[in-house]
């Protein structure tokens, strides 16, 4: 039986790590490269996925925490969020790839006339680049980046920033995300929302998070 949000929508918002596409091989690469620069221990792979979603300065503090269990100071952080992102820039893309039916149900919305867009924490020198790299960017009318409006998710404004370029109301949106950031944006904002059971969900159950839906795979958004 079809539940209140499967239907047809003039937009979808995605999220994209997590959701789109399994950046975190490549993320937990840069990651451990600073951390065993600046002599920390590595971390695990299960520990990055835990803490990716909101943003690299959140994922670079959150391993420091691990590691020490104290705060770092300031220009500590800065300087170790510059050394993450001088690796990631060169190998954004060597092991990130999409999540199952992905490319096939963005294709088939797309032909539908759906307009698409990403809307991600993630930072537009970083976004827009993995895009272009997975051939991927073809998909959407537009890219909205963590650095693309004041405040970023769990705040509504970039979600409410993307459907005001896409020139659709909330209630003409779908976002699909995998965490509790995505649901409280979408939320906030007024769009229906369904969350990826096995995102980058921070090791809380997605059932408990108030979204509309909970999907297993891309396909089930058709």
Known sequence: MHTSWQREYDAY???????????????????????STHG??????????????HGVRALVQESILHNKMVPPVENQLDVMVETFLG??????????????????????????????????????????PILEQMDMAHFFHTVVSGDATARSKPAPDPVLFCLERLSATPEQALFVGDSAT???????????????????????DVSSLGAHGIIDTFAEIL
């Not at 995605?14 to 950046?23: C, R």
């Not at 920390?40 to 979603?53: D, K, P, Q, Y």
């Not at 820039?89 to 039916?101: D, G, K, Q, W």
């Open 87 to 128: 690796y990631y820039r060169s190998h954004l893309t060597e092991t990130t790839i999409p999540y199952p039916h992905v490319l096939e149900t963005l294709t088939r919305l797309k032909d539908r006339g759906a307009r698409l867009a990403v809307v991600t924490n993630k930072l537009a020198e970083l976004t827009e």
């Open 13 to 35: 918002l995605f999220d994209l790590d997590g959701t789109l596409l399994d950046t975190a091989p490549d993320l937990d690469a840069a990651l451990n490269f600073c951390l």
């Open 40 to 53: 920390f221990a590595s971390v695990s792979m299960e520990l990055t996925r835990h803490w990716v979603g």
């Open 182 to 204: 995505d649901v409280a944006a979408a939320l906030a904002a007024g769009t229906m929302v369904v969350c990826m059971r096995n995102g980058y969900n921070h090791g809380v």
